[in-house]
């Protein structure tokens, strides 16, 4: 069985520019979450999608968003980027009800 | 506020022996605990977890003791192995949504 794939694994952006990041959870997982990991801080959450709805939110800017597809697929964007947004991104899927997510290796974001 | 904290950022342990790393926790609305291992450039991978029914779990070298009055939580790794070496998080859930703490690296050495 696939794990959660994370595309693109790195990316070099600038002040100002946007990103999407995109989010592929395991077969039969419906529930996607994003997090956030700075060096210091953690693992900050972001949002949770559960059949394409955003069920839970983070304490984080409107800059920040994200949706779902169908197929449970997941993307995450981030307009108007700053130098604090230069982070590992990390998605993570899980059954529906479950605590237990799994997570993929992370998009590791670099603005400059 | 951090809701979920691990106070050691680091913790050096010799292979072989004890590793005991720690969480504490404010919310006392957290019904269920994980903690998460995490090598560098990999995504977190769940370790171990118990419900706040119960005050101990084990899988393998692997123990959770969660102290529920005291709002505590540890795990212990027995007997301490080098490949052990990451950083690991602890996690505590609420509606299932996961919040985390900074983490601690342990490194065991040979």
């Known amino acids: 069985k696939a794990g959660v794939t994370q595309t693109p694994r790195y990316l070099i952006k600038t002040r100002g520019q946007q990103v999407t990041l995109s989010c592929s959870p395991i077969?039969?997982?419906?529930?996607v979450s994003w997090y956030q990991q700075t060096p210091g801080q953690g693992l900050q959450f972001l949002f949770e999608y559960f059949s394409e709805t955003q069920r839970n939110k983070g304490n984080f800017p409107g800059r920040f968003s994200g949706r779902q597809f169908s197929n449970s697929r997941s993307e995450m964007n981030v307009s108007t980027l700053e130098l604090g947004d230069s982070a590992l991104y990390l998605c993570?899927?899980?059954?529906?009800?479950?605590?237990?997510?799994?997570f993929g290796s992370g998009t590791q974001l670099s603005v400059l | 506020d951090q809701q979920v904290k691990q106070n050691s950022p680091s913790l050096s342990v010799q292979e072989g022996r004890i590793s005991i790393l720690n969480c504490d926790y404010t919310?006392?609305?957290?019904?269920?605990f994980l903690w998460y291992k995490k090598y560098p450039a990999e995504g977190p991978t769940f370790l171990i977890s118990?419900?706040?029914?119960?005050d101990k779990n084990e899988d393998g070298r692997f123990t959770v003791f969660l102290n529920k009055s005291a709002k505590h939580l540890s795990l212990h790794i027995v007997p301490s192995q080098p490949g052990d070496s990451a950083v690991y998080f602890c996690?505590?859930?609420?509606?299932?949504?996961?919040?985390f703490g900074k983490g601690t690296m342990l490194l065991v050495s040979p």
């Open positions: 919310n006392s609305m957290f019904d269920y």
């Open positions: 118990i419900s706040s029914i119960k």
């Open positions: 993570a899927s899980s059954l529906a009800g479950t605590e237990k997510l799994f």
């Open positions: 996690a505590a859930s609420e509606w299932s949504t996961l919040t």
């Open positions: 077969s039969g997982h419906r529930s």
